[in-house]
Structures are given as structure tokens and as C-alpha cells.
């Protein structure tokens, strides 16, 4: 069947389009339907509807899969893909569960999530934002592993300054790490924080050090994103320049 | 009278301007007056005073809101567009208000709050920040949904880590959607956080992802902004040069 | 005396610089003595010590603007010049404080502060970030008005979401816009937080607005700063060009 | 013996590269074994296996320092160096622990921290960072000078308000540079905040002021970093540019 072919590989095709929305839409249900189950008090029908839909969504996608595999081109490429491993991912705890105790699959359960990573794989305009990662990517891993350093040296140095005073909170350098996660990030739970001078002072200057840092990442990815489509625009101009021009 | 149509819907015109400015200071002065009322120790003369403030700003927003219909050319779409429904549920409350039972009316006066976006109707400046808006929008779109994703995945993260170590706070996917939102904005109330070692290792993870990704938007709209003005800039420069050259 | 009016009123002379720094030393030093004096535990030779040194400061600072006066061209502008007012009420309280009761007198102790302010009169650096905030103003401002409108907006949601749960935290809009400062800000000090299922829901959905809007100004700020610096290193680039090809 | 000399001393020969890979892992190896020292309740057995593993450690690092002693070209500008002193840094402590009391030494350990500097004596990618460092430099600088006078403002602005309500947490103006700090940084872990009404419409205004001025040196950072990799490829396209022109 050449038509049923199409609507699965080919995305560009009318059918194709409807088939691809209809996927998508059912992946954010499903999603919706898992995180309702996690409510703590929802009534035995509500349950059951959740039940039979989540069933639905598996069988939906059980197809979806053995049609992919079925069209695909090389077939075990798609198997061992990115995005063939979610999709057998999204469906594999639900048939396993039927077998085994309910409660150990839980655990399972997770991989459901990697179902929103689908979404991901339809979406066009995903392309300029990685033209812009690589663009930034030197700056960012750089940024990244100096935002590792201050994080482990602030981790260390509060660790020196805060342990006596508050053995618990800061036990070790690792117990010392969440502090510094939490404080350089400027989320500031509350749970830790330096009560010595000492402690205080030197929070003082990694925050002010570290404020400059830990953010620089976030606009040096808005820089490159905002310089590409200015790019683009002035190539759109030039293009439009050279053809008034002939 | 052709004055006062002008008055109404010119606002070039000297007295268009006085009529703007004068409905602009009397919507912010409602807005406070609005605002008052709520303190919970008000005296009865304050009281009565801001009743009959209140009295006085309807009266001048009913006669501005009829006005406006009658000069409008297509009355119908006016009622209907954006800022005729605003101007009509700025004033419909304090009517409604009169018939019914006072407490019952109180859910209806958040609408008199959409009298501040009355403000947002003249300002010419806004105009700029539209085009950056248009500039940055497919941008902003796309991680607006990365964002979105973000903040899902961590709440299911963050719900199998801490469940089972907090059953209250973390009761459901739902409620994990708090923490997200409130950590990866870095907000950090202090209300929910995690306790276990894999819900802070797993946090410290997710804001190093995070933060890179959720602070984005605002740069690109500060990019797009900056670039709209640098053109102008150079286009007003190129316009100089080009005439002293002749 | 040519040469002390050349101390005072050129500070490119090499006197004149000298004297400068002194005086800014100075101030530093009187910021921190001020500062010191308001520990609570300080010993009664310290606090003789502190004294002592406020009299100094002051005889200098004293003396500093009497010459100033003297020197000065136009007398009386320089009197009610920004400057000129900051350099009178640095000295005034301390004059004072001689003949009136102690406590009363720490009110005017805080104008101390603006001593501060001195330290920005020499700073030639500072011109070139005024030029990056005339760039940046008209956005800057705009950007101003709509976190304004965002932080009322926010305020009032609130107040109808949390004002029954939490009578006294949100007990009226102005209590509320407390929390939307240190909301949309992301301080997050954790003295105020909804705690119903719609204000959660509300804070999720103003905090994403508000996240991209709030942060926008800092963004503007520096895009002006960082092209202007880039400009004036091509205009450098350019005439050491234009320079060679003669 | 040449060769070894090569490795010591030329990092671009293929075991030079090596070695240098070896000795990077080696330091990050040790500040783990550190850090999980620290931690409160580990078995003798892996207490023992970490002394073991520092006593190789040492040994390597002992080594290392001799070598490069010994092929440096002007020795004691070699042992007066940045990087020569710190690699001294890194095993002395060791050393001294031999012969004095254990609980004494604790505090010479935290110099082994610096041992992660040495990860930055490698990273060429760090040049680019520090081009950019120094394109931004003095408009970095003078923010933190901006940001110091607002930090310091601040803090005596608050101690004013809040003094009398909170006699401990704002003891002195040094006590409220701490609330100075969390709060502008955004940090707000919440054990100091304002309570008097005052005291909360200062923060109010400190905040939307300070949050456009404290944020600004990472988008400077940003923006100079981007310039700088846009700039390099420009560059890169004209020299192609011109290449195919010939």
C-alpha cells in the first residue's frame, strides 16, 4: 500500500501532515493521562478511563512503531536510532507490566516520558536553534566546566568555613556542592546557608565572582541565535537587492 | 459636533492629546483608588470618598465609551475589538454591582483591572517593541516549548525522586510542577525541595541545564530590540550622509 | 595663590590629581568608620578613635569646599549644583549635631551616604556607560512601564487567589505587590507564597511571562554598552586606517 | 635525556599531549579522592585506599615538579611563578602532615584545591575567553564598582528601616550587607528580609534598579564573546573570500 507508506515516511504529504498531528496530539495526551494517574485521591472511574485510554495510546503506538520498522529503509539503523529506542521505550513497560507485579514496574514507567522527546522530532524550527549550539558550543562547554570549577571551589571553600558551625548541613564537600548549586544559581531554597562571618563574607564574593559567570552561557545561545536570523534577514534583503538590480 | 469628534478619535489634534492624557491619569488614579479599597483598616470617609471617586470614573468612562461607539465607523467591530470589550468591562461591573448582592459582585471588579491596559492603547513606544516581539517571535516560540518540556520532565524527574521522602509535598506530578517552575526560575521560596541525595543530584543537574535555557527569551528580545534601534540609527546616519552629498 | 586654585579646580594638573585621590581615600575611609560605628559591641576606644577621625573628615571636607566655593567661577550655581548641594550635606550634620540632642540627629546621619556619590564626580569611565543609557533609555523606559503594569497585574491576581487562604500575607493589593517584587524578581525570600491550587497555577504562568520581560532592560543595557565600545574601536580601526594611507 | 625533557616541556609533541591528559585526570582523580575524605562516614578500608591513592598522587605530582624544575630555562622565575607555586602548593601540605599533628594541617589541605588551576594551565580554548575578558574589561570593572556603591547604599538604606524591628538581623550596616547581597543577587535564601513597611517599598525600588545594573556584566561577557567568534568568522570568510578571487 503506497499510500500508507507515504503517510508514515513522508511528513511533507497531506496525509502525511494529518497523520503526524494526530501522533503528536495523542503523545501530549497520554502524558497528561500519566501525570493525572500520579493525583493521590482520583475516583475508581477516573482510574479505569485512564486505564483504557492509556491502552489506546500503547496500541496506537504499538502500530505507529511496526509500520516505521516495516517502511524503514535499513532497518536495523532505525532500531538502534535515537528516536527508534524511544519509540520502542514509550511501549515496551506497558506490555512488560502485564506479566509481572505492578508494583516494580513503577519504576518502568519512567521511559513513558521519553514519549515528549516525539514531539521534538517533528518540530522544523528545532534546526536554527542548533545551527546557534554550534555556533556557541566552544563558549558554552568552556563556560560550563568554569561554571563546574567555581561551583566545586565555592563547594570547598564553604565547606571550610560553614562545617563546624552547621556539621550537618555541611558534612562533606558534596553536602557543601548543593549549597553552592543552590546559591550560584541564585535559587536560594532557604535549607542551607552560611551563618558564620567568615561563610557570609565569602558568599559574598563567590556571588558577586560568581553571578558574572554562571549566566553567561544563556546569552552567548541568545547572541547566536539573534545573529543567524539577522543573518538570514540580510541574506533575504541581499537576495531581493540582486534580483531588482538584473 | 465636530470638535468633539476629533477630541474622541484624533489624538494629534491639541485637544485629542488633553483628552488621552486626562482618561490616562483618571484610569491609573482608579486603578489606586481600586486598590485602597482592599486594605483591610480603611475609615468610613476614606471609604465613602473612594465610593464616590469610583461613581465619577464610571460616569466619565460611560460617556467616553459612548462617544467612542458613536464616532466609531464600524460600530460593530468596535464593540467587539479588543479594547471596546475592555472599555465595556470597565464599567459594566460597577452596574451590574447596583441589582445583586454586594459580596457576590467582588469576583467581577478583577475586571476593572483591565482598565490599566487602556494605558497600553496610546503609547506610541509600544510600537518598537512589536517589531522586536515579531523579530524574536519563532524564537521565543521555540523555547517557550523547550521550556515547557523542561519544566515536565523535571516535575516527573523530581516526583520519583522525592515522592516516596515527601508524600505531601511531592504528591503528584501535578505538584511537582511547583517545584519546577519555582526552582528553574530560580525563585526558591523555600516551600518544596529536595531532601534525598538523588533528588539534589538531580537538581543540580536540571538548573545547570536549566538556566541556559530558560533565560534565553529575554536576551533574544534584548538582541532584537538593540538591533531594530542600531538600524534606525544607521538608517537615520545613511539619510545625513546621502544629503550631504548632494 | 595660583597654585592651590589649580590643585582644587584642575585635576589634570599632577597636584591636582593627587589632592583627588586623597579625597576620594577619604570618603572611602569615612564610609567605612561610618559603617563601623553602627556595629553594635564596639569598644570605648574605638568608638573615641572613629570620632576623632569624623572630625578630621569633616574639617577636611570643610575646608574642601569652602576652596571650591572660593574658586569657583559662578558662585552661586555651584552652591545649588547637584555637587554642590551633596559636597554641603556631607559636612552639614556633623555642625549640626554639635549643638542639638544626639538621637535626633541620626536621621540626618544617613545624608553621610551621599559622600558616596563624590566618589562618581571624578570618574571619567562613567561618560561612556551615559551614552550607552541615552541608547538604551526609550527601551529602558518602556521596559520599565510594562514590568510596572506586570507587577500590579500580578499583585492583584494574587491578592483574589490568596487573600481568603491567607488573610494576613495577602491582606490587601499593596501587601500582595510585595510578593510580586520578590517574585517576579526571583528573590523568593519564602516570608510570602500561594498557597492554593489557582495561585500556584497563576504565579506558573506570570512567572513565565514576567521571567522574559523583567530581565530585558539588563539585556539592553549591555547590547548599548557593547556596541558602543565596538564602535569606537572601528572608528579607532578607521582613522589608523585612513592615517596609513596617507 | 631529550625526549623526556619534550614531554615535559612541549605540549604539542604526541607524548607530551599525553602525558599532559595523564596529569589532567590525575588532578581531577585527587579532588574527588578529596572530597569524598571528607565525607563523615566512610569504611576504613576506602579511608585507607584514598591515603593510598594521595600518597601516589603526591608522589606523580612530587615528580612532575622536579622535572619541570629541572628543564626550566630560568629556574627561579619558574618557583616564583603563578603556576610554580601552586604546583608547590599542591604537595607541600602533604609533606608538612608528615611530621606535625593531623587535626593542625586540616587547614594547609585546602590549598591542595588549587591542584584544579592546573586544569586551566592547559585549555587553550581560555585564550578566546580572555580576548574577550579584555574587550569587555573596563566596562565590567566599572559595573562592579556600580554594583558595589548599590550593594553598599542598599545595605545602609535597609539598616535604617529595619534596624529598629530587627535589632539582630540588622545589627550594622555590615549585617545588612549580607541582606544586601541575597537579595540583589536574587538569591533571597530567606533568613533575612524586611518586615516593616518601609523597609519593603525600599527593597521595592532598590530592586528594579538594581536588577537592570547587577545583571549587566554577564551580557557584556556575552556580547564580547559573541563579537569575538563573529569576528573570527568574518575573517575566516574573507581570507576564503579573497582566496578564490586570486
Chains 1, 2, 3, 4 share one sequence.
Not at 513503577?106 to 521534538?120: D, N, P, Q, S
Not at 557570609?200 to 536570523?229: C, D, E
Request: with cysteine; hydrophobic share 50%; charged share 20%.
Amino acid at each position: 500500500m503506497a499510500s500508507l507508506k507515504k503517510i508514515i515516511t513522508n511528513i511533507n504529504s497531506k496525509n502525511g501532515r494529518q497523520f503526524d498531528i494526530f501522533i503528536q496530539v495523542l503523545i501530549i495526551l497520554s502524558l497528561i493521562a500519566f501525570s493525572i494517574e500520579t493525583l493521590p485521591d482520583i475516583s475508581d472511574s477516573l482510574a479505569d478511563f485512564l486505564y483504557w485510554f492509556e491502552v489506546f495510546c500503547v496500541i496506537i503506538f504499538t502500530v505507529e512503531y511496526i509500520l516505521r520498522f516495516y517502511y524503514a529503509k535499513k532497518k536495523l539503523s532505525y532500531v538502534l536510532s535515537f528516536y527508534g529506542i524511544i519509540d520502542i521505550l514509550a511501549i515496551l513497560p506497558f506490555y512488560i507490566s502485564l506479566g509481572v507485579d505492578l508494583r516494580s514496574i513503577r519504576v518502568f514507567r519512567i521511559f513513558r516520558v521519553f514519549r515528549i522527546l516525539k514531539l521534538a522530532r517533528y518540530n522544523k524550527a528545532l534546526d536554527r536553534f542548533k545551527f546557534a549550539a554550534q555556533d556557541a558550543k566552544e563558549e558554552v562547554v568552556l563556560f560550563m566546566i568554569i561554571t563546574g570549577i567555581l561551583l566545586y571551589l565555592s563547594a570547598i571553600g564553604i565547606y571550610y568555613f560553614e562545617h563546624e558551625a552547621q556539621p550537618e548541613k555541611f558534612a562533606s564537600v558534596f553536602h557543601s556542592l548543593w549549597w553552592s548549586i543552590s546559591t550560584l544559581t541564585t535559587v536560594g531554597y532557604g535549607d542551607v546557608y552560611p551563618i558564620t562571618t567568615g561563610g557570609k563574607i565569602f558568599t559574598f564574593f563567590i556571588l558577586i565572582i560568581g553571578l558574572g559567570i554562571i549566566t553567561v552561557p544563556a546569552g552567548l545561545v541568545a547572541s547566536a541565535l539573534s545573529n543567524n536570523a539577522k543573518l538570514k534577514k540580510e541574506d533575504k534583503n541581499k537576495l531581493e537587492y540582486e534580483a531588482t538590480k538584473e
